[in-house]
Each structure stands twice: as C-alpha cells, then as structure tokens.
C-alpha cells in the first residue's frame, strides 16, 4: 500500500520538516529514525512510503510532524490523534493532507481534560447525511465551541458538496475530536472550493460559514484511492468561552461536619455553593503531606515531603470509620466541637488527634481493607511512590526526624531493603502498612469530591510545587535528582527586599532528562486522578531557577541558575578595571558599620566580628564570613543573649558586594549581585565606574540571557506539557525574562494576570480589560492580602487606584467599602481572559453582612515572614454560604451577566 503526505507548512530558512509515526517507516515513534518531508512548493511539504499491509498495526497508523530547526532544536506539533484508518480492503494507495497543529492554537485549550470531560461535554447530534460505501475522500475538522444541537455541515461547488445548499448542506459526524464525512467524489471536476459551516439539527437551519477564504481540495476521486483532509480547526471565532471560578486552600475550608480544618469531604459543600453562583472551577493549593515536624512548622503547603501522598490533615474521620465504628467518632465529639469554634486552625491538635484516631480505626479495620478489590487496585497503582513513602514515614516516627541522615538505619534508601517490609509478616512491616491505609482512605475521599464535582459540571485545579523538601521522600528515594547543596528560592521583590530562601534543592534537569523526566510524567498522571487543570507554581523556574549557595541564608545572596556569566574581559571591553577585592569582598568602613547598628553596637560588631584592614576598611573575621555562620553562632546562645538586629546587619555587611565569582572558574567569571545599585558597596564608587557596571548589569540580567534561558525552557515545558491533558496555567510572576510570554503563548500555557502586580513595569497597575484570552486575571493570590486588606496598606497607591482605575473623584475611603470590592470583582468577571479566578475573601468582600469583620485576619500567607503560620479558615460555615440566597443570586446575576 502507498501511503502519501502532505503538510500545509511555511518553512524558514534552515529548518525541515519530519514526520514520526507507529510505524517502522516512520520510524516507531523515535524521531530520531523520523522520515524527512521534501519541499514541495510554497505551500507543501510532502513524502511518501509503501508499506506492508500484513504488518499494519490494529489500530491504524497514528502519526504526526515535527519542525527541526536550523540549531537542532525539534518543536512538535501538538496532539495525538492523526490516525490512518487501514482496514479498507479495496483501498490501495491513501494521500494526506494536513494542517499542522499548532501547541498555542487557542482550540487545542478546549480538548484538554476540563474541557472534554465536563465544561464543554455534551452528546453529539446524529447528523442525518448518508455514509458512502465507496467513498475517495474524507473530510475531518475540529470544533471544539459548537453549541447545543449544533454541528459542523460542509458545502462546496460540487454536487457531492451539495452545491452550495444552505439548506440541505452536508452534515458532519462526531469522531473522537473530530468531524468527519466520508464522500464519493468520483467524476467531480476539480479542484472543488468548500467551507465548512454550522448547521442546527433541532431547528433544522443553517447557522453560518466559517471565516476566511475558501479551503481547495485538489485530489481527484480515483478508484481504490482515498484521500484523507485533516483540515484543523473550523474557523470559527476561538476566545469566546470564559469561566469563573474561585480559589481557596482545602484546610481553609469550614464546615459542620470537619474536625477543626477544611477536609476533601467538604469541596462537595463548595461545589454546590458554586454550582449555585454560576462558578465552574473551584482552585486549591496543594494538598501533599507535609509532616516532617509534627508542629505547626508543617502547615506550609509548598514542603510536601512527598510529591504523590495526600495529607492526612484532609481526611474525614467519620467517613473512614463508617456506620461500624462510629462509636470511636462519637467519643471525639466534644473536641471536635471546640476546634471547629476557633477562628483559625490549631494544627498540631488537629492532625494529633486525627492521627491518633486513624491508628485505632487501622486496628480494627486494616486487615478487611487491605483484603479489598479496590486497595489491591489501587496499591498496584501507586506502589512505585506509595512503599518507599510507607517507610519514610514509619523511620521519620521511629528516629524522631524526617532528617534522613541521622537515622541510625536506612538513612540511604535501598528499594529492596524497603520491598522486603512488604513481603513478610512483623510488627513493623504492620506499622508501615498503615500509611497505606490512610492514603488509600483519602484517595477515595478526594475523588468522592473529584467525581461529584463533574457530575455538578465544576473542575478542579490543582496546584504543582516548584520544589521538593530537602529532608523528604522524594529526596530520600533518588538524592541523584536534585541538587542538593543548592537552595531554591526569589530575588528581592515588592514582598520582601531581602528575597526569599525557600530551602528547597534544585532539580538536576539533566538528571531528569535522561529517562524522559519520568518522574514528572508521574507525578503529573498522578494530579489527574482527581484534578482537571493545575498551577505551576513559578513557571520562571523552568527558564532558570533563583539558587542560593548552602552558605548563605538570605535570597538576596542568590543569583540564577542555568546564567551566562560575565567574563574577566568584558571588564576591560567595557572600560572597568577590575578588582577583584573591591567588587567580590564585603565592603566595609567606619561609617557603613554606624549606619548598620548604629552607635549602641558598632563598636561591639568591629572588636568582636570584623578585624582591620590595609585598605581603611575592615574584613569580617573568618569564622563569620558567611550568613550560615553567623546564624550557627547566634543561634548557640541562650535566647536572651541573640540580638537580631546584630544578626541581621552582619547579614547585611555579607551581602555588601558587587559581583559573586563563579566557583571553579579561576577567577575568570562573575555573577552580578541583584539590587547591585542600592548597595553600600556600589555607592561608595566613583560615578564613571558606577555607569560603567550599570550597563553591565542591564545586559547580564535583561538582554544575554534571553535566548539561552528559552533553549532552557524549551528542553523541559513541551516534554511535560505532552505528557497530560490537563489544562496547564503557569505562575509567571517576579522579574520575568522577555522569552517568558513567547514559550508560553507557543505551548498553550495560561498566564497570571494580577491587576497590582504589572508585567508592564512602567505601570503602576495592570488593567484586566487588556489581559490576554489565554490568561487567568485575578485580583489577589493567597501570598497576597485580599482586596480589603490590600486597600488599607498604602494610601497614596489606593488613591491612585480609586482616581485612575476606578474612574472615581475626589478622596478614597479609607476602607474597602463593599462597592469597592464589587467594581473590583467586575472588573475581573468583565475581562476577556480564559478564566476569572477569585479567592473566596474578595468574593465574600462584596456583601457587608457576609464578609469577615477584620480584613487583617483573611490573608493566607505573607512571604516576607520565612516561617509564617499557614492557619486561616473561613469564618462562616459552607452549610451557611449555601444558604445565602440573596448574595448568591446577585453573584451569580454578575456571572452570567459577564458571559462566564
């Protein structure tokens, strides 16, 4: 059989085109055995191959192209379902036409998960037209946004196009993603002009012709041939659909039946309050388990000490235990009651009890669970991850320490040491077990609510970490994949002038790609059993992550990591002498000392941290060179002798230089400090010297990195975006390289439009009436404070926002009155973005009577504070909410109002 191809492609310079399918001549799949398509002309590309019928696979031959750059670089197109249908006996040569499809195309947004099995499912009209036996072509499109008893009619200037017949066009059927007409275009003259048009089978009308010129098919029907038209998407407008949803953590949850904290049983109580209110995605952060301390420490989400386990704070006592053990609930009732009346949660009580009580409901029931259908399932499922996190957590509680390092066993994992707890019957393999036993628990728990939220037609959207604990599973299991003498963490911003050091390790990309990024492909499949869409929190991190060295303490002695230095002879290009002293060493004399710690401590920082220099200056002393030594002497003394101012200026006094050398260059290669100008350091230079290294400095940050940190991202994204169907959106926040909006409008990825956080930075606020249609708007994250909390912080921006975006005259209120909040919110509903994603506060923020008395009190996390206790809850039960009729309806009027 000859089977030919031909690819609707516009080609630059040095690129070529290739295709890759299921098949040996087209290589099974591995471009790197591909088959190259030949120029054809300035519309074409084309090839062709003869193939074996005996050797065909069941299925059809799945294929699809990919552009090769003149650099190496392969960009694919996106998706999976161009198959060849081999089955027709009399058929003996099949030509292809195709369109390529495109990774950013606005449609493909609409066949990922959220979509294609909730928002946009809905059976598929049986379209009328007769099939052809005998066919010689068949047309197939895409049209993802057809509206109820609507489908896809194709018309042409032929009579087996129905001449043109608005009212008798020919109809289309749905096949998987596809529309497809199979038609007997023998003696047709060509080539014949077509479009494809929508046509309303309850109404029986013609709705409207796609846009744009006329398509041309120029194949002629011929006996046992069949021409295959994968025409792409009808043209129809592609940014019309928009949703609202509303986002808040699980643990901030309340409702009658929680034990003290949000639980997955109650996202079904938020489902039906936003099934009431028009919304249709519901966002959480994540949901991984966190213990490693066993206190407080642990309620930060982003810490998971393992990338797969649900934590066990979200489980649902009462549904574990069922009606055969619910005496057990029963007897916790009392203390149930009293955490459920705090206003916000007490963590270590909570998760002590449920922990205490999920020990003795294993008693009892594990052996019947672990003999059931469905653990065997779903143990099988998850063993990969489930068994060496089973025994992390049995030593963390055995050695008292999630430190792997200081256990006296097993501090280096060896997966047949750890299979053998499974294999055999004993007191510890009983005690690891029940980490299984809870995991299962909560798996059926969150896709209870996964499930119910489909069949009430709302999503989820889940949240993936850029990091991994240090002292974690993951960690523990494959050391191999992180960097672990490394700290991830964020340059200075508008939270904290100091940055941030999140103490994650960094991942070893190189690492990971040798098997395909497995472990990502896993962690994603495992997201999808129970989300729909999920954040990646700071995409930035896949161009270049911020790394700070394990000597160092704060993120502002960080720099970015994969970053093309500078090197010793750009120096002298640039007229600068360099000296190596005054630009890598801390920059220190009599009057920085005094503005540091002032007259009370100056003289105690010079006689007993820094010793005198030749140059007029001082050096700090060896054994407090670094920020991790000074915190190691501070944090020896008794409390009442740390003084943190004297902790925090020497911090200061470490961070005092100009540029970072990189290790292992001999010298030869530099990093700029970032905030390199509102250093001490940089203003005692001359001005010369200073315009000099300024120059330097906006080249090294905002121009050489560019392209590089593309190659970088685009290595890892389209590999991991490949990898699922979820709807991906990416936290693009912070100080983001100009490649950033380009990779993600190529691969389809959602950006975060915050209205007080401007991409544009020559703008005070951004506005959401411009924010791009793949793109989510909101007004504030949980590492901000809500909109009434925001309004209060800083009078002279809020009357700027009340004049200029508000449009309003004269004084701001002081307070965010309800209006205000309201205009806010509709501002956001009103925007032409994908989605309008609120935090449940702003939307409560609206109603004087509903929302929370102390705007203070409803702020998730402050990133400025290293350790913040993540502990709000919602002040009013679910139960409640649902019950608002008023306030519901008038939420839920704006919503429709707003077209989403």
Avoid at 507 to 514: G, I, L, P
């Amino acid at each position: 059989m000859k089977l030919q191809f031909y690819l609707r492609f516009h080609t630059e310079f040095g690129q070529s085109l290739w295709i890759s399918g299921n098949v040996n001549e087209l290589g099974n799949d591995d471009p790197s055995n591909a088959l190259l398509l030949e120029y054809l002309d300035n519309e074409f590309w084309n090839t062709r191959i003869e193939i074996d019928r005996k050797s065909l696979p069941k299925n059809g031959i799945r294929y699809k192209y990919f552009l090769k750059n003149k650099d190496g670089e392969l960009i694919w197109e996106w998706g999976n379902d161009r198959v060849i249908d081999l089955s027709w006996k009399d058929v003996k040569e099949i030509e292809a036409v195709d369109t390529w499809n495109h990774t950013g195309e606005y449609e493909n947004s609409f066949f990922t998960a959220p979509f294609n099995n909730v928002l946009l499912r809905q059976p598929a009209p049986k379209a009328p037209s007769k099939i052809a036996r005998d066919f010689t072509h068949i047309f197939k499109v895409k049209a993802p946004l057809l509206k109820k008893n609507e489908v896809v009619c194709l018309l042409g200037n032929s009579e087996s196009l129905h001449n043109w017949s608005l009212g008798d066009p020919v109809l289309l059927s749905r096949d998987g993603d596809w529309w497809s007409i199979r038609l007997n275009m023998a003696g047709t003259d060509f080539p014949v002009a077509y479009k494809y048009g929508v046509f309303n089978t309850k109404e029986n009308s013609f709705v409207q012709y796609e846009s744009g010129d006329n398509r041309l098919v120029y194949e002629e029907g011929v006996k046992h041939k069949v021409t295959i038209l994968h025409d792409g998407f009808i043209h129809l407008p592609n940014n019309t659909w928009k949703g609202a949803g509303v986002a808040i953590p699980v643990f901030s949850l309340r409702s009658k039946n929680s034990f003290g904290v949000g639980e997955f049983a109650d996202i079904k109580l938020l489902v039906d309050w936003a099934k009431e209110t028009g919304l249709k995605l519901i966002q959480i952060l994540p949901v991984n388990d966190t213990i490693a301390t066993h206190s407080w420490i642990d309620s930060y989400p982003y810490a998971a000490i393992s990338a797969f386990a649900l934590h066990p704070l979200y489980i649902n006592l009462a549904k574990v235990a069922g009606k055969k053990q619910e005496e057990k609930i029963h007897a916790l009732r009392k203390k149930q009651k009293q955490l459920n009346a705090l206003p916000a949660i007490d963590y270590e009580e909570v998760i002590r009890f449920k922990m205490e009580m999920l020990k003795e409901l294993y008693e009892v029931m594990g052996d019947d669970c672990f003999e059931s259908d469905d653990y065997k399932d779903f143990f099988k499922e998850n063993k990969h991850w489930l068994e060496p996190y089973a025994a992390f957590c049995f030593f963390r509680d055995k050695y008292g320490t999630s430190h792997y390092e200081e256990w006296k066993t097993h501090g280096v994992y060896v997966k047949e040491e750890i299979e053998r707890f499974f294999s055999s019957k004993s007191a510890a393999q009983k005690q690891v077990c029940f980490y299984c036993f809870v995991q299962f628990h909560l798996h059926l728990q969150l896709k209870e609510a996964t499930d119910y939220a489909h069949k009430k037609g709302i999503v989820l959207k889940g949240d993936i970490p850029i990091g991994i604990y240090r002292y974690g599973c993951d960690a523990w299991v494959a050391p191999e994949l992180y960097n672990m003498d490394a700290q991830a963490g964020a340059p200075p911003d508008d939270f904290t002038a100091i940055g941030q050091n999140w103490g994650f390790p960094t991942y070893n990309w190189k690492k990971m790609q040798e098997d395909g990024f497995g472990w990502w492909k896993q962690r994603f499949e495992q997201m999808s059993y129970y989300f729909d869409a999920f954040r990646i929190d700071h995409i930035l991190g896949f161009f270049r992550i911020w790394t700070i060295p394990s000597h160092a303490v704060q993120g502002i002695m960080g720099r970015f990591v994969p970053c093309l230095p500078v090197h010793f002879v750009e120096f002298g290009e640039n007229g600068i002498w360099f000296d190596d002293r005054r630009f890598c060493k801390p920059f220190i004399n009599d009057t920085i000392v005094n503005e540091v710690f002032g007259t009370d401590y100056a003289e105690t920082v010079k006689s007993q941290f820094l010793t005198a220099n030749q140059f007029s200056g001082y050096d700090l002393l060896p054994e407090y060179s670094t920020q991790r030594q000074v915190e190691s002497y501070f944090a020896a003394l008794p409390e009442s002798a740390c003084n943190e101012r004297l902790k925090l200026g020497l911090y200061d006094l470490i961070s005092n230089v100009i540029f970072f050398e990189q290790e292992g260059s001999r010298g030869q290669e530099f990093h700029f400090r970032i905030s390199m100008e509102k250093t001490t350091s940089f203003k005692y230079l001359i001005p010369h010297i200073q315009q000099k290294l300024k120059a330097l400095y906006i080249n090294y940050f905002f121009r050489r990195q560019d392209d590089f940190w593309k190659k970088e991202a685009m290595q890892k994204l389209p590999q991991l975006k490949s990898s699922t169907n979820m709807l991906i959106c990416g936290e693009d926040l912070g100080m983001v390289p100009h490649c950033v909006p380009d990779v993600m409008k190529q691969l389809g990825i959602l950006s975060l439009e915050i209205q007080r956080m401007p991409k544009d930075l020559n703008k005070e606020f951004s506005y959401p009436d411009q924010a791009p249609y793949m793109s989510v708007v909101t007004p504030s994250t949980h590492d901000m404070s809500t909109i009434r909390g925001w309004w209060e912080e800083n009078r002279e921006k809020t009357q700027h926002f009340y004049n200029n975006v508000l449009g309003q005259w004269g004084d701001a209120p002081y307070f965010c009155e309800s209006w205000i909040n309201r205009a806010i919110v509709l501002q956001h509903l009103y925007s032409p973005a994908m989605w309008s994603i609120f935090q449940l506060q702003d939307i409560l923020g609206m109603s004087e009577t509903i929302r929370r008395e102390n705007p203070q009190e409803e702020r998730i996390n402050n990133p400025a504070i290293p350790k913040h206790y993540w502990q709000y809850r919602m002040h009013i039960p679910l139960e409640e909410l649902v019950k608002q009729n008023e306030f519901n309806k008038e939420l839920s009027e704006y919503v429709m109002n707003s077209g989403r």
